[in-house]
């Protein structure tokens, strides 16, 4: 119906707005609820490390549509990075910081990222934070925040990770 300014996925209809592409959407609901930091230096933190999620977030999604005699090495590859280069690099920020949250002393974007990050990456190996204790005690306390616990329940709206049987069809919708 010419609603999906670039005929693709993901869209969210909110204040009157169809809005298209996952960043400029997280952007305006962090935004929106106040998740983007209190000043330019905090939005630039918060910037830095969402873009670096995000980068994660793509060797994630990518595991599934790996060839069969590739997927081994790209799963050994995928994790050494998410411990190594991005999980290394959060469990520094936080103990560099001393607080709860990745940037200021609330809640922001990055942390609700970092969390999913988390979560996506433990459904691939469960104890990928072994060596990373503050990021553990990070996943506990943020995971507790009400609002996440309940989104966090069985049968919320949090999606599952992709299935390989699924990669046709999500293949026809963004490419």
């Known amino acids: 119906d010419g609603s999906l300014l670039f005929q693709q996925l993901p869209m969210v209809e909110i204040d009157g707005m169809k809005m298209v592409q996952t960043r400029a959407i997280l952007g305006y609901i962090a935004a929106k609820y106040n998740l983007y930091g209190k000043d330019l230096k905090e939005r630039a933190l918060i910037d830095m490390y969402t873009e670096g999620l995000m980068d994660?977030?793509?060797?994630?999604?990518?595991?599934?549509?790996q060839p069969a005699n590739e997927k081994e090495q790209y799963f050994a590859?995928?994790?050494?990075?998410?411990?190594?280069?991005?999980?290394q690099a959060f469990e520094k920020v936080l103990k560099d910081h001393g607080q709860d949250f990745l940037v200021g002393n609330r809640l922001s974007r990055a942390d609700v990222q970092l969390l999913e990050?988390?979560?996506?990456?433990?459904e691939y190996k469960p104890d990928i934070l072994g060596?990373?204790?503050?990021?553990?005690?990070?996943?506990?306390?943020?995971?507790?925040?009400?609002?996440?616990?309940?989104?966090?329940?069985?049968g919320s709206?949090?999606?599952?990770?992709?299935?390989?049987?699924?990669?046709?069809?999500?293949?026809?919708?963004?490419?």
């Open 117 to 122: 990050i988390i979560l996506m990456t433990e």
């Open 157 to 175: 709206q949090r999606k599952p990770l992709l299935d390989e049987k699924d990669l046709p069809k999500v293949l026809a919708i963004f490419y």
């Open 131 to 154: 060596k990373f204790p503050l990021l553990q005690s990070f996943k506990a306390r943020i995971s507790n925040i009400p609002t996440i616990k309940k989104f966090l329940q069985p």
């Open 77 to 87: 590859s995928m994790m050494d990075k998410a411990a190594n280069r991005y999980f």
């Open 56 to 65: 994660l977030n793509e060797l994630l999604i990518r595991y599934p549509g």
